[in-house]
């Protein structure tokens, strides 16, 4: 009877001896992946640390700065944020700015029909179509602002050839202050669509084709059936264009620097925050000002992003 207890707690001791080499043989093999796994992603990590945050740390610095023509710096505190705040030619460049994201996002709705009609069945060449839309989006932005540039010419361009076919007289559109802009955003509009008619067409591929289908025997027809099912459905791929958009649209530049010459009339009339950067930075040797303006748009572009992750979950609407 003495002996049994005994035999017993040498039992237990052993099993619990066995889990924990258990435990410790199955940690291992756990910790050895998760040293791979940060192994892996360890260059890419550099490469944020380096190209992202190092010159985000930089820029912040640099708008508490004042730059010598020779080089050098000085601290001057918050005088480049007060230039910032108080000059003239930042509030409209602003205002461009977010007239350009507005013209910009009238890109999705256009992106999302042209998908939808590719996406009918019995259309032909569809992949020709879909090549032709994308390929303005891989195009230098500086061949697309060249060749269109002499499209808008007031004197010969083919825009004002067009119109005086049925009767409208032509004029110079990148050199008027009040066509100026919307020129520049058309080009941006067109150049764009392929991108996101990429995006909503892998998007409307991806709802299942039982729904339309139950839909058309229940007699929706196909306008009521793109607002009830489409739409719906597609809002995770509208909500990811539209936080792209927002960002690529309020960061407009070689657009603008091609089209607009220094000498233009209208150059005022169409400058972004990114060409008033350029313009600070390396016309006017005003590194200060500029890091200091670079930074505030930065902060937009996160607030905006923020409020955009903020709402989508009132309207989109995940499967």
Known sequence: MAVF??????????????????????????????????????????????????????????????????????????ENYSRVVSDVTVGQALGNTLL?????????????????????????????????????????????????????????GMVNQALSWIGIEGRYWVSDPSTAVYAIGAVMIWSHVGYYLIIFTAGIKAIPRDYYEAAQIDGA?????????????????????????VINSLQQFDLIFVMMSPENPALGETQSIVTLFFKWAFDENAQGPAAALAFLLMLLIAALTYLQFRFQKRWVHYA
């Open 5 to 78: 207890p005994s035999t017993a707690a040498k039992a237990h001791a052993d099993r619990r001896s066995s889990s924990a080499r258990q435990r410790g043989g199955s940690a291992r093999p756990k910790r050895r992946s998760q040293r791979s796994a940060y192994l892996f992603i360890a260059p890419i990590a550099l490469g944020f640390l380096v190209f992202y945050i190092w010159p985000l740390l930089q820029t912040f610095w640099f708008s508490f700065t004042s730059f010598g023509v020779f080089g050098g710096s000085s601290w001057v505190g918050g």
């Open 100 to 156: 350009y994201m507005g013209m910009g996002l009238l890109t999705l709705p256009v992106a999302i029909v042209l998908a939808d009609l590719m996406n009918r069945r019995g259309l032909r060449g569809v992949p020709v179509y879909r090549a032709l839309y994308f390929l303005p989006f891989i195009t230098m932005p500086a061949a697309v602002g060249l060749v269109w540039n002499w499209l808008y010419n007031g004197d010969f």
């Open 221 to 245: 027809g196909p306008v009521r059936r793109f607002f009830r099912i489409t739409l719906p459905l597609l809002s995770p791929s509208i909500f990811f264009a539209s936080v792209i958009c």
